[in-house]
């Protein structure tokens, strides 16, 4: 069983399996009060005014207590985050770690803007971590290039993975629980996906190429490619058990 983990964990793509290892080392280093989550979370004025830049990143990587939501998010990230370094950006590991930059910036400039507006500040106030966000962001995208892949809900009804988000977005309201940080990631995986997809079709133009700097540091870059799993296995996530649909064609 350890050895299956083990294989499993290094045939990961670096990206995914970087993401994955700091945001559990950062969640439970919290849980054992080894780290505060005090000194992570996404303040402003203390970025601005003591210098604090460590904070724009480690807000990504705290997932909260570990309970049943923390397990379904890193499903999520080791899911998610996989298919699309592996399939979408197979061999291009540095597009793939811009769009997370990319989608990382959007979110923080959202709730940076949300905080500065009357009425809804105080909702803004209130998210400290994004990392939730960042993690939905990375499913809408994966949505948005399988479309077409067949999911079911606990066998009581099927959709195509172009829903899979509203879905999630639906459940949450369901279990009463907060829908913004779900939002936000929708929000900024629809931008990059608008830029980097429609975008181009629609201009020529690509606004979102990769810096050079950012390919250098990936100039070397050898992707991890496990044998292709098949891409309708369910989202599992916050149903339990949502998978392909076995009477879909």
């Known amino acids: 069983m350890a050895q299956a983990v083990e294989e499993w964990y290094r045939q990961m793509p670096i990206i995914t399996r970087s993401y994955l290892t700091a945001a559990v080392v950062t969640t439970v280093g919290c849980t054992l009060e080894i780290i505060s989550p005090y000194h992570l979370y996404l303040n402003p004025k203390l970025v601005v005014q003591q210098y604090e830049i460590w904070r724009l990143v480690t807000n990504f990587l705290y997932f909260r207590k570990m309970d049943l939501d923390f397990l379904f998010h890193m499903f999520f990230l080791a899911r998610y985050c996989k298919l699309l370094e592996e399939n979408s950006f197979r061999g291009r590991t ?106 181009p079709r629609m201009t020529g133009r690509r606004p979102l190429k990769t810096p050079s700097f950012i390919k250098a540091l990936f100039a070397d870059d050898n992707v991890v490619v496990a044998a292709p799993p098949n891409a309708g296995i369910g989202a599992g996530a916050r149903f339990g058990a949502m998978g392909p649909d076995p009477h879909a064609q």
């Open 94 to 199: 540095a597009d793939f770690f811009y769009m997370l930059l990319f989608g990382a910036t959007v979110l923080t400039a959202i709730v940076l803007i949300g905080g500065m507006i009357p009425y809804i500040s105080e909702t803004f106030a209130r998210i400290l971590f994004l990392s939730n966000s960042l993690t939905f962001m990375m499913v809408y995208v994966w949505s948005k290039h399988n479309p077409f892949i067949h999911m079911s809900f606990l066998g009581l009804f099927t959709f195509t993975a172009a829903y899979l988000p509203w879905v999630l977005l639906g459940f949450s309201i369901l279990v009463g629980s907060s829908t913004w940080v779900d939002l936000l990631g929708m929000i900024a995986g629809h931008v990059y996906y608008f830029l980097e997809d429609v975008y």
